[in-house]
């Protein structure tokens, strides 16, 4: 225990000592006030808030997951090179004791580094508001929108499958399926699959002189006293001429039709562009006490004449503070974290078999897929589809085995100030930390062990 | 657990990444190093030396054979506590200081913060380099490097030193303060192995041995044996008349044997501390290395002795040097802390006439190829200019000559 810690420290003396972080601590301690200065956004200040945290936070993250890969590198090539490890490993240190040594030492550099920056960033979002000439109205929608954990509901997805069978059955007794479908059955689900998302999206418009209602069980602010925000975008048929759509709207407990007693319901009326994101505003203790909400749209004949449609993925959105911005931001960055933490581990792997210049390579090239993996793993899946088992059951987990940065990037979260919950930061964990960073050790471990350090290969 | 080091037909064969150009690098190899004892394995460059000890190290791993160091396997922690070793060039991380690349050693045999630091100071005291321990070690000349890399092969106290050409880059003081470091830890039932082709090195330290040529083992044996000329004798005699010259010649050609009379002269090793030790009382700087003969306190007490008594009674000893001349002058060391016995040990040898250097050219065991006979040529003419750079300049160069190479940085 004590040589890890030893070489621990070491490691930690050599990126500093080195000069490795110098660079990376400069070029992050003037770009951020830079980017703070210069970055203005879409002009309000919430814009520009975004854009400094997420510019911000994913410079930040970028520059450390170079170094990393580069210290964790280089820490352990350069044993080999300089031969160090000749005088390391006849001490009584075992070579997995070396490798953790390396490892921890990597780690502490970064959560050192992490942790002064992501202390910058805090700093200068936190203070921004103060130094930037705002009015009331946008100070209090960073107050609302950016400032604030907030979790999101999504409308349960409406059970369509019987719809779409009893559909499926009407159309082929008429003959009214298109030509081709029941040749195949991967025609005949493709052909149900677009069947159910028309359906759902049925579900999901009104006609002029229509009401659509959405409820929400689980609502659970932290704060009755604070908001909660009723998010959605219009779509419509037919483009209204003025691009307006007239919506009446009522949320609040509606189960209690009638009786005086009990929450409150909030009657709202607005115009608003179609195709663009619009919160409402509602005081939170529309919220029943079991924390039941409804939501309701009505369709006002008396303006509109096209149907309104909420969009399947977006269209509609209950949002309500569930935690603080400190405590989200903290979760972020712990997202960061488990990321330098697989890159350190990788960099190992790579260096316990390979030099410098490619291990570095071979890191970097898995660091960048690592930030597109959704779009990789998307293709892999529609190429699989038509390819043979054997290709998708090989390939397919190596490439979910790639690090998935991309789809677990905390700005996403951090931009419309989404609650990040624990519950997503601990499964971040288990995989990147428990699993893949996990195996890249014992990969890196059984290498090292097997290694025979005086060789030298040409 | 009969030798320290033992090797059953321990061979390394290197080839390519195909297979092909094999190099047989150590090859069919037999050692059996006593404990207690200074094994010198010899050999000319690519003999296979540096090899065998990375093999008993574990660094590399044998093609075939075993080998047995101090009774188990070297990869094993409790082992590796008890070996020190020295690499044939001391690598060492450029961006530590002195002092803290002491401690990382240290670290990595988990000694206690308290002993580490006692340690670590004997030892900068030791190999003279207190006054620049807080340089990073990447600025180090090589011989500097050296010292500390020596440093860091001691600072467990080892019961098993490995030193792979120790002496390479040292100024003459500090080979000269190894060897006699090698001899105090032999005193102590230390058993040292060290690979040198460094002949008069080996030949001061080792009790035993071998010569190495193309992996194998040419010859090995006693130094002593393997060097006594059985028919000649030297015989030395403090300053005797002219007359008394003549009549033992006489004496000698009635045997019928032959007989040449010159006067012993210093080694330039002497001579060369000397000077150094002139300039270091004239205190001029130097931000090389302070070369004393201090041995760390901690590697001169013997087994038993606990007391701090008996810590500063145990001198270092060396096997010549054994005459005690009251010391004659003071201090020399400007990093001095308090133990003037060591530096007495120093200028007692300085003062004392030169030691019997073995005649040139003995060092013949049957089977040795070439180069080693090339080297001995190179020693025979640095003798030779030695010789007469000290006949003729001896005694005007007293005084002035410490100018110059004041350290070895
Ligand atoms: N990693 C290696 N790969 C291939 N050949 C090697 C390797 N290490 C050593 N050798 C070869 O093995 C032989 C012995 O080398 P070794 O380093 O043991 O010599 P040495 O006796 O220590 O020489 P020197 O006096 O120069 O230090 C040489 O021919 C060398 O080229
Ligand atoms: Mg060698």
Redesign the interface.
């Known amino acids: 225990m004590r040589s890890i810690w030893a070489v621990a420290t070491n490691t930690l003396k050599q990126a500093l000592r080195m000069k490795i972080a110098v660079v990376f601590v400069v070029l992050l301690l003037v770009l951020l006030p830079a980017m703070a200065i210069s970055m203005v956004g879409d002009g309000t200040l919430k814009g520009r808030m975004q854009t400094f945290i997420s510019y911000g936070l994913s410079l930040t993250s970028f520059l450390l997951c170079l170094l990393t890969i580069l210290a964790s590198t280089y820490s352990l090539t350069s044993e080999f090179e300089q031969k160090q490890i000749y005088t390391v490993l006849t001490k009584p240190v075992r070579r997995f004791e070396l490798l953790l040594g390396k490892v921890l030492g990597v780690i502490l550099l970064d959560i050192g580094l992490l942790g002064l920056f992501s202390a910058l960033i805090y700093g200068i979002t936190i203070y921004t508001p103060r130094f930037v000439k705002a009015g009331e109205a946008e100070l209090l929608q960073v107050q609302n929108e950016f400032f604030t954990a907030r979790a999101g509901l999504i409308p349960a997805k409406a059970d369509v499958g019987d719809e779409v069978e009893k559909t499926y059955e009407r159309l082929e007794r008429t003959g009214q399926l298109p030509p081709g479908v029941t040749d195949s059955k991967i025609g005949r689900e493709n052909y149900k699959n677009a069947l159910a998302s028309q359906i759902e999206l049925g579900k999901r418009a009104a006609a002029p002189g229509h009401e659509l209602v959405w409820e929400f069980n689980n609502v659970k602010p932290i704060d009755p006293n604070e908001s909660l925000f009723v998010r959605f975008k219009y779509d419509v048929s037919m483009n209204p001429p003025d691009l307006h759509v007239y919506g009446k709207w009522l949320v609040g407990d509606i189960r209690q039709a009638g009786s005086r007693v009990g929450t409150p319901v909030y009657p709202f009326e607005r115009r608003d562009l179609i195709r663009t994101f619009y919160e409402i505003e509602v005081p939170a203790d529309a919220v029943a006490e079991d924390g039941y909400l409804a939501v309701g749209f009505f369709n006002d004949p008396r303006f509109n004449n096209t149907v309104v449609i909420f969009p399947l993925e977006d269209g509609l959105e209950v949002l309500y503070k569930a935690d603080s911005f400190t405590a989200n931001f903290f979760r972020g960055v712990l997202l960061v974290f488990f990321r330098l933490v697989l890159l350190a581990c990788l960099g190992i792997f790579a260096s316990s078999f390979l030099s410098m210049p490619v291990a570095i390579l071979l890191c970097l090239i898995v660091f960048f897929t690592g930030t597109i993996s959704g779009f990789i793993i998307e293709s892999f899946d529609y190429l699989s589809k038509n390819a043979s088992s054997l290709c998708s059951y090989t390939i397919g987990p190596i490439i979910r085995l790639l690090p998935q940065f991309d789809k677990f990037n905390p700005t996403k979260f951090l931009l419309g100030g989404r609650l990040l919950s624990w519950s997503v930061v601990a499964k971040v964990a288990g995989l990147m930390i428990f699993v893949k960073s996990a195996i890249l050790l014992l990969l890196a471990l059984v290498i090292f062990s097997y290694r025979e350090i005086a060789r030298i290969t040409v | 657990m009969e030798y320290a080091i033992e090797t059953f037909s321990l061979t390394k064969v290197f080839s390519d990444?195909w297979g092909r150009q094999k190099v047989y690098a150590v090859d069919n190899l037999n050692l059996k190093i006593n404990y207690n004892e200074v094994f010198g394995l010899l050999g000319p460059n690519g003999s296979g030396k540096t090899t065998t000890l990375?093999v008993l190290?574990?660094?590399?791993?044998p093609t075939k054979g075993k080998s047995i160091v101090l009774g188990g396997d070297?990869s094993d922690?409790?082992i590796?506590?008890r070996?020190g070793?020295l690499?044939e060039?001391s690598?060492?991380?450029?961006?530590?200081n002195a002092r803290?690349t002491l401690d990382?050693?240290g670290?990595?045999?988990?000694l206690g913060a308290k002993v580490r630091k006692m340690r670590i100071e004997a030892l900068l005291d030791m190999v003279g380099l207190r006054a620049v321990a807080n340089r990073?070690v990447g600025t180090f000349s090589k011989g500097m490097a050296r010292r500390i890399?020596l440093a860091?092969a001691l600072i467990?106290d080892p019961d098993l030193l490995i030193l792979d050409e120790p002496t390479t880059g040292l100024d003459p003081i500090g080979t000269r303060q190894i060897k006699d470091l090698i001899l105090q830890l032999a005193k102590r039932g230390k058993t040292v192995l060290l690979c040198s082709h460094l002949l008069a090195d080996v030949e001061d330290v080792c009790d035993r041995i071998a010569i190495l040529y193309g992996g194998k083992i040419q010859a090995k044996g006693k130094v002593k044996e393997l060097l006594q000329q059985t028919n000649k004798r030297q015989i030395t005699t403090g300053s005797i008349s002219d007359r008394s010259v003549e009549r033992i010649k006489q004496i000698v050609e009635n045997e019928q044997a032959e007989c040449t009379v010159t006067s012993p002269m210093d080694r330039l090793e002497t001579f060369f501390i000397k000077t150094v030790v002139a300039a270091q009382q004239q205190a001029q700087a130097t931000s090389g290395a302070v070369s004393t003969t201090k041995i760390g306190d901690f590697l001169t007490s013997g087994p038993r002795a606990g007391s701090i008594l008996d810590k500063l009674v145990s001198a270092p000893v060396s096997r010549q040097g054994s005459s005690d001349k009251p010391a004659t002058t003071e201090e020399v060391s400007p990093v001095e802390t308090g133990e003037s016995e060591p530096d007495r040990q120093l200028l007692s040898k300085l003062t004392e006439p030169a030691e019997p250097v073995p005649p040139e050219g003995v060092v013949k065991p049957e089977p040795v190829e070439t180069e080693t006979s090339q080297q001995e040529a190179e020693k025979s003419i640095l003798e030779q200019l030695t010789e007469r750079h000290t006949s003729t300049d001896r005694d005007e160069n007293q005084g002035d000559s410490h100018k110059g190479d004041a350290g070895d940085a």
């Open positions: 990444f990375k190290l574990g660094l590399l791993y070297s922690p409790k590796n506590a070996i070793f690499p060039e690598y060492l991380y450029k961006y530590l803290e990382f050693y670290r990595l045999f988990g990073p890399g860091q467990n």
